[in-house]
């Protein structure tokens, strides 16, 4: 099928060169599913891929087919059609979208909710703005503040909570430690973020809780905190610590096997 103009209208014709969709029709914008909306004068309608108008033009606006139905105008009133032209959900929505993962978009006096396909409200229409779902989540603004919200309207939040972990941040010296999460994982970052930018692996968390309870964290310097971390070492330490560690580390995964 290649869509053509002929004589300032628009059909298609098929691989052989002939005009399947009548020439009276104005306005096509390609199929979906299926269809092809076309006009008739001020009314639109549906037509098949053979030309044949499988949906009468008596709606004012029309709107291709997403998973289903098609979002259509009657009036000022929007509604939902099925492929055989009729009204799944009555034109009574004053502003709506078409279907995204299962769900619509419709205004209710300016403010964004969302419908299922049997035009029940499934999100309550009280956002100022609001995107279509888009891998189970719908942009919305409320309040000022823009987040995302799942299906069922619960708004989720930017990051999960910090976890306290009741050691002390050895840079402040006043803020604790607490265990936030990343894309990579967990880690300890201090409370007084960004005040104080101090980053721990969440592998010391046990290691310092320890240090701590021996009176020895937080130490007086960072130099003594970058020790106790195991950052920074004497060459000769270093090699040693590396050596042993590795031999540990070595041990742990025997044991680990043997375990399994
Ligand atoms: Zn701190």
């Not at 009555?90 to 419908?115: D, N, T, Y």
């Not at 229409?125 to 919305?140: H, I, M, R, S």
């Not at 989720?156 to 265990?179: D, F, H, N, W």
Request: net charge positive.
């Amino acid at each position: 099928m290649a869509l053509v103009v002929l004589n300032g209208k628009r059909g298609y014709i098929d691989k052989t060169g002939k005009m399947v969709t009548r020439d009276d029709f104005n306005n096509t914008w390609g199929f979906t599913e299926g269809l092809a909306v076309v006009n008739i004068g001020s009314k639109y309608g549906y037509i098949d891929k053979s030309g044949d108008m499988v949906i009468e033009p008596v709606f004012d606006i029309a709107n291709n087919f997403s998973e289903g139905l098609a979002l259509v105008v009657v009036g000022n009133k929007r509604g939902f059609i099925d492929k055989k032209g009729e009204f799944v959900i009555e034109p009574s929505w004053r502003s709506a979208s078409s279907f995204s993962e299962g769900l619509a978009r419709v205004a209710v006096e300016g403010k964004h909710g969302f419908i299922n396909m049997r035009g029940q409200l499934v999100v309550e229409p009280v956002y100022d703005f609001a995107q279509d779902y888009k891998e189970g989540l719908a942009l919305v603004k409320i309040n000022g503040k823009y987040g995302f919200i799942d299906k069922d309207g619960n708004i989720l939040p930017p990051k999960p909570p910090a976890q306290p972990s009741g050691v002390r941040c050895y840079k402040c010296k006043t803020g604790e430690l607490v265990i936030r999460e990343s894309k990579r994982g967990p880690f300890l970052g201090c409370n007084k973020f960004p005040r104080c930018r101090t980053i721990i692996s969440i592998k010391q968390l046990d290691h310092l809780k320890e240090l701590q309870e021996a009176g020895t964290w937080p130490p007086d310097t960072w130099e003594q905190a970058d020790e106790l971390l195991g950052r920074k070492k004497k060459k000769s330490d270093a090699t040693k610590t590396t050596k042993k560690a590795t031999k540990k580390a070595k041990k742990k995964a025997k044991v680990k096997v043997t375990a399994e």
